[in-house]
């Protein structure tokens, strides 16, 4: 557990004394004339709308600027504990579900329930699950931005080309795999359905439903026989040649594969839309449904949140950001720009609108029937060890049954040793 406790004693240096965050040049802290605040995030795609709803908020608080720090997605994380042991960490910045609890255990985050209450934030109008996601030991240190489900992608060309039905809300697994089958097409190197390994991990025990699970209570479900027969699913497939190994994915994504037409079915976030938009061949024939229903209908659910740094000297004015991207404003703004879902209730129809060609409802439908992704103090570490436990089944090896028993009782010391 070397990487754990690594990781801890970085964000445990970061909660010790250090110097005040860094602010643009004239820039001034809380009280001394306009105030900067610097906001973190990872997706390109999204300044654009981060711009805009920035200006509507500037409009609305004319003494306070707000600049966007873009770190790309494969250091923002090493980053982030860099610069908060070194005290320049953004005043505001993105946080996800795998690594909010670690951050809030080691008191990095200013906890915003008493803000909440003081300003009427309408955390009542975003989904009850996200909140949940992002409040730790009662107290709630993150307001979701957005959201995204996991919905089923497919190639209609395809479909048309082997004479089967599209997909749609009616569908079971069972319905799934039997068109995997026919779709596969060995001479042409099309497969009927194609995923990403940590998305099966997480998803095929929650599509079940019925007491499959990954994480509850503080125990890993990954043990549990109706996790085993989400896990089993898909394996299966692979085995019968429907799907593609894991092995096979090293230079090809499943993603990629599906864009490239050589996978017929995909399951994808709907955050993948605007991609799969800007694709001229999906967005002629692609198309999206709901995931298709194991012991009952289920998704998973996941979402971006907004936090503030506990050792920003310009937390008011932070905190005035942050509420203002809780509001309907923002999220309005958000919706508009088509690249996620805006997680306040009421705002998506201009998500929906800006893709007409794609069926998108079907991911604010399923947020009703949703799992929140798992997570715990440390998620990362039991994380990682899904991939040399599973891996070897998930490349048509077989063994899922063990491996899948075998990652329950690590995962369960792995959990119990980070409430320790």
């Given at each position: 557990?070397?990487?754990?406790?690594?990781?801890?004693?970085?964000?445990?240096?970061?909660?010790?004394?250090?110097?005040?965050?860094?602010?643009?040049?004239?820039?001034?802290?809380?009280?001394?004339?306009?105030?900067?605040?610097?906001?973190?995030?990872?997706?390109?795609?999204?300044?654009?709308?981060?711009?805009?709803?920035?200006?509507?908020?500037?409009?609305?608080?004319?003494?306070?600027?707000?600049?966007?720090?873009?770190?790309?997605?494969?250091?923002?994380?090493?980053?982030?504990?860099?610069?908060?042991?070194?005290?320049?960490?953004?005043?505001?910045?993105?946080?996800?579900?795998?690594?909010?609890?670690?951050?809030?255990?080691?008191?990095?985050?200013?906890?915003?329930?008493?803000?909440?209450?003081?300003?009427?934030?309408?955390?009542?109008?975003?989904?009850?699950?996200?909140?949940?996601?992002?409040?730790?030991?009662?107290?709630?240190?993150?307001?979701?931005?957005?959201?995204?489900?996991?919905?089923?992608?497919y190639n209609k060309a395809l479909f048309d080309k082997a004479g089967i039905k599209y997909p749609d809300t009616t569908w079971?697994?069972?319905?799934?795999?039997?068109?995997?089958?026919?779709?596969?097409?060995?001479?042409?190197?099309?497969?009927?359905?194609?995923?990403?390994?940590?998305?099966?991990?997480?998803?095929?025990?929650?599509?079940?439903?019925?007491?499959?699970?990954?994480?509850?209570?503080?125990?890993?479900?990954?043990?549990?026989?109706?996790?085993?027969?989400?896990?089993?699913?898909?394996?299966?497939?692979?085995?019968?040649?429907?799907?593609?190994?894991?092995?096979?994915?090293?230079?090809?994504?499943?993603?990629?594969?599906?864009?490239?037409?050589?996978?017929?079915?995909?399951?994808?976030?709907?955050?993948?839309?605007?991609?799969?938009?800007?694709?001229?061949?999906?967005?002629?024939?692609?198309?999206?449904?709901?995931?298709?229903?194991?012991?009952?209908?289920?998704?998973?659910?996941?979402?971006?949140?907004?936090?503030?740094?506990?050792?920003?000297?310009?937390?008011?004015?932070?905190?005035?950001?942050?509420?203002?991207?809780?509001?309907?404003?923002?999220?309005?703004?958000?919706?508009?720009?088509?690249?996620?879902?805006?997680?306040?209730?009421?705002?998506?129809?201009?998500?929906?609108?800006?893709?007409?060609?794609?069926?998108?409802?079907?991911?604010?439908?399923?947020?009703?029937?949703?799992?929140?992704?798992?997570?715990?103090?440390?998620?990362?570490?039991?994380?990682?060890?899904?991939?040399?436990?599973?891996?070897?089944?998930?490349?048509?090896?077989?063994?899922?049954?063990?491996?899948?028993?075998?990652?329950?009782?690590?995962?369960?010391?792995?959990?119990?040793?980070?409430?320790?």
């Amino acid at each position: 557990m070397r990487r754990r406790t690594l990781l801890c004693s970085g964000l445990a240096a970061a909660s010790a004394p250090v110097l005040a965050a860094c602010s643009d040049e004239g820039g001034g802290a809380d009280g001394g004339g306009r105030t900067t605040v610097s906001y973190g995030m990872w997706d390109p795609a999204q300044v654009p709308g981060m711009k805009k709803i920035i200006a509507a908020f500037e409009e609305e608080h004319p003494d306070i600027s707000v600049r966007i720090e873009l770190t790309p997605w494969a250091s923002y994380w090493t980053t982030l504990k860099t610069s908060m042991r070194g005290g320049t960490a953004p005043d505001v910045f993105w946080m996800n579900a795998v690594n909010f609890q670690l951050y809030a255990a080691h008191d990095v985050l200013e906890p915003l329930s008493e803000h909440i209450d003081n300003d009427r934030t309408p955390v009542d109008r975003h989904p009850e699950q996200l909140v949940r996601l992002y409040s730790y030991d009662g107290v709630q240190y993150g307001l979701p931005k957005d959201f995204d489900t996991v919905g089923l992608w497919y190639n209609k060309a395809l479909f048309d080309k082997a004479g089967i039905k599209y997909p749609d809300t009616t569908w079971t697994w069972d319905d799934l795999r039997d068109a995997a089958a026919e779709l596969t097409n060995p001479r042409q190197r099309v497969h009927g359905f194609c995923s990403e390994m940590h998305r099966q991990f997480v998803l095929y025990p929650a599509i079940f439903g019925a007491g499959g699970y990954v994480l509850r209570d503080g125990r890993s479900g990954f043990g549990d026989e109706r996790s085993v027969e989400g896990l089993r699913f898909l394996t299966d497939m692979i085995d019968r040649g429907w799907s593609p190994p894991q092995s096979a994915m090293v230079e090809s994504t499943a993603r990629v594969r599906y864009w490239s037409e050589k996978a017929a079915m995909v399951h994808d976030l709907s955050a993948m839309a605007g991609q799969m938009y800007a694709v001229p061949a999906l967005k002629d024939h692609g198309g999206v449904t709901a995931l298709p229903r194991g012991r009952e209908r289920a998704t998973v659910i996941h979402g971006l949140a907004n936090v503030i740094s506990a050792k920003s000297d310009k937390k008011a004015a932070a905190w005035k950001f942050v509420h203002f991207m809780a509001g309907r404003r923002a999220a309005g703004i958000q919706a508009e720009s088509g690249v996620t879902i805006s997680s306040y209730a009421g705002t998506q129809d201009a998500w929906l609108k800006s893709m007409p060609e794609f069926d998108l409802r079907h991911f604010l439908d399923m947020e009703k029937y949703a799992t929140p992704y798992p997570s715990s103090k440390n998620t990362a570490v039991w994380e990682n060890l899904q991939y040399p436990l599973l891996g070897a089944a998930f490349s048509g090896k077989g063994g899922i049954e063990d491996a899948a028993r075998t990652l329950g009782k690590q995962m369960d010391r792995a959990l119990k040793e980070e409430r320790s």
